[in-house]
């Protein structure tokens, strides 16, 4: 069993749709959660960072996180184009190591 | 402002040739250094971090070797390539060890491809 769990999709919506990434984990011993997005053949870039069970939110996106399920995820609000590209959960303990989901790939068309 | 470069972009190599890829971090020390592998399908591995200069610490055991000359350069080695060993290569940096909020921040990457 993987550590951290993601539907590699594809995920197709249309512009302005609410769009909903999941991922599971089994590492009970994680802490923190990452929310990280990459395009196409880019490094990834860091979109949320939480700590612990509860909800963040940063302009369109909104980050979950449960941890008595170990289920963590993504809300996008008002999807747009340029929101096309794999998002990659990622779970930490208390290290400074991050397991990696296999990431999801989104297409927002317009 | 940090930046983290790496080189080359991208690489074809034949089977059994040697390999070195190459990061380095602006703006920063004595920063935490990663190497990652991100295959097709699968999602970033973390291959070898390093906490200081001449410090390394493998994460899977494989054909690749790492190391770090200075404090903001990290190196990926091979002395012989294997098919398997194709893929998306990239380097992070963080700058917080070992506290709460430290965030990865990931070089543009090296595409290698093993024929």
């Known amino acids: 069993q993987k550590e951290v769990e993601q539907d590699p999709g594809p995920l197709s919506v249309p512009e302005g749709a609410i769009v909903s990434l999941n991922c599971t984990y089994s590492?009970?011993?994680?802490?923190?959660f990452m929310w990280y997005r990459q395009y196409s053949r880019k490094g990834p870039e860091l979109l949320m960072y939480?700590?612990?069970?509860g909800n963040k939110e940063d302009g369109r996106f909104t980050a979950q996180v449960d941890k008595s399920s170990k289920y963590i995820s993504l809300f996008i609000r008002d999807s747009q184009p340029s929101d096309s590209a794999t998002y990659l959960c990622a779970g930490r303990d208390n290290t400074d190591k991050l397991i990696f989901g296999t990431g999801t790939r989104l297409q927002v068309f317009p | 402002s940090q930046t983290i470069h790496q080189w080359p972009a991208t690489l074809v190599q034949p089977v059994g040739s040697p390999l070195s890829l190459e990061c380095t971090v602006e703006g920063t020390s004595n920063p935490n250094l990663y190497w990652y592998r991100q295959a097709a399908g699968r999602g970033l591995q973390l291959l070898f971090y390093?906490?200081?200069?001449?410090?390394i610490s493998s994460e899977v055991p494989q054909n690749l070797s790492a190391s770090r000359p200075q404090d903001r350069q990290f190196i990926l080695s091979s002395k012989k390539l294997l098919l398997s060993d194709s893929g998306f290569y990239l380097c992070?940096?963080?700058?917080?060890?070992?506290?709460?909020?430290?965030?990865?921040?990931f070089g543009p990457g090296t595409r290698l491809t093993v024929l």
């Open positions: 992070a940096w963080s700058r917080f060890p070992g506290q709460a909020y430290n965030e990865q921040f």
């Open positions: 390093s906490v200081g200069i001449g410090q």
């Open positions: 590492n009970s011993a994680f802490q923190y």
């Open positions: 939480t700590y612990s069970s």
